[in-house]
């Protein structure tokens, strides 16, 4: 069964930056299009970035600047580098592999005033 599995979620202040990584078991890398996607309790999951099986990107505009998507398929993980981070950028972050429908667990990624 293929999981995904995300780490380095965390405490941070206005302005630092994080890395997120998404580790997948099995070979799923190379038949998905993988995704960061977050939610704040109550809220709707929303789109975070999106990277495609030919390495293609999009971004919405909160994300645009500061936050990089990018995979490395021969380690079945996806990472997440966020930058110049704001308090409205805490969340749950989620990640998914898109056509197989697979979540991970969630890390949470806390940003101080």
């Known amino acids: 069964q293929v999981q995904l599995v995300e780490s380095g979620g965390g405490l941070v202040q206005t302005g630092g930056s994080l890395r997120l990584s998404c580790a997948a078991s099995?070979?799923?890398?190379?038949?998905?299009?993988m995704g960061w996607y977050r939610q704040v309790s109550g809220n709707h999951r929303e789109v975070v970035a999106l990277?495609?099986?030919?390495?293609?990107?999009s971004y919405p505009e909160f994300a645009k600047g500061r936050f990089t998507i990018s995979r490395d398929n021969a380690k079945n993980t996806v990472y997440l580098q966020m930058n110049s981070l704001k308090p409205e950028d805490t969340a749950v972050y989620y990640c998914?592999?898109?056509?197989?429908?697979?979540w991970g667990q969630g890390t949470q990624v806390t940003v101080s005033s």
């Open positions: 998914r592999a898109v056509q197989a429908e697979i």
């Open positions: 099995g070979s799923i890398f190379n038949m998905n299009t």
């Open positions: 990277i495609f099986i030919g390495g293609g990107t």
